[in-house]
């Protein structure tokens, strides 16, 4: 899903060159101690008509918009020989943790027969 979202709201003056995932404790998703997996995205950008910064920028918020993204790291610099580089890290939690913490109390054991 995380893919397919980037594809919709990636900037022209953007394009990716690597996506790959991790299984890791990432300080800034807010999972504790818990393993968690993440998408990470590599890319470069050219000046076509407006500052590459904001480009980055306008592709995080449209991701954090999106309600299958749970949270988006953006990370910005410019490489020895002048190329902009940007990486976004992308938490694709199903559900949030807010989410998942107002649901717990309406779970009904199995076989049970009751309601929430």
Same mark, same amino acid.
């Given at each position: ?36 997996p993440? +998408? ?55 559900? %949030?943790r807010?989410a +998942?913490s107002?649901?717990?109390d309406?779970?009904? %054991? ?7």
């Amino acid at each position: 899903a995380a893919l397919d979202v980037l594809d919709a709201v990636l900037p022209p003056e953007l394009w990716l060159t690597e996506v790959r995932t991790a299984r890791a404790v990432h300080p800034d998703f807010e999972h504790g101690a818990e393993r968690r997996p993440y +998408v990470i995205v590599e890319g470069r950008g050219k000046e076509v008509s407006r500052n590459l910064t904001d480009a980055v920028t306008e592709l995080t918020v449209r991701l954090r918009a999106d309600e299958r993204i749970a949270a988006v790291i953006p990370q910005m610099e410019t490489d020895p020989r002048g190329d902009f580089l940007w990486t976004l890290h992308i938490d694709a939690s199903l559900m %949030p943790r807010d989410a +998942v913490s107002e649901d717990a109390d309406d779970t009904v %054991p199995v076989g049970s027969g009751g309601t929430p």
